[in-house]
């Protein structure tokens, strides 16, 4: 059965860092594609950050530049390090497994998420 834990939210203020971690398990991360994705009440969930068994990565426009995936086989566990934070990135994070192509859906059942607060 497939577990995907998030966790490493918290309050922040405005163009402070944090990292979120996904760890995975009964499933090899290091041979699917995952997606990071995040929801505000009220609004569908939206991915922000895809990675590819192969290393590639692709964001939302809303990210770039300020957010990076990152994995580690070894722990089987998929990072977001989100630099430069914004009030508007506030929302629930969860982690995914899905397709390779950026609009394909994701697979597995939701984890519990990870809250992330941007607020001064």
């Known amino acids: ?63 770039k530049g300020r957010f990076t995936i990152s994995s580690d086989n070894a722990k089987n566990t998929v990072y977001l390090q989100m630099d430069r934070l914004k009030p508007e990135d506030t929302a629930v994070y969860y982690c995914n497994v899905k397709g390779f192509s950026w609009g394909s859906e994701p697979s597995r059942s939701w984890g519990q998420g990870t809250q992330v607060t941007v607020s001064s």
């Open 1 to 63: 059965q497939v577990q995907l834990v998030e966790s490493g939210g918290g309050l922040v203020q405005p163009g402070e860092s944090l990292r979120l971690s996904c760890a995975a398990s009964g499933i090899s991360i290091s041979r699917n594609a995952m997606g990071w994705y995040r929801q505000v009440p009220g609004k569908q969930r939206e991915l922000v950050a895809h990675i590819l068994p192969f290393g590639m990565k692709n964001y939302a426009d809303s990210v």
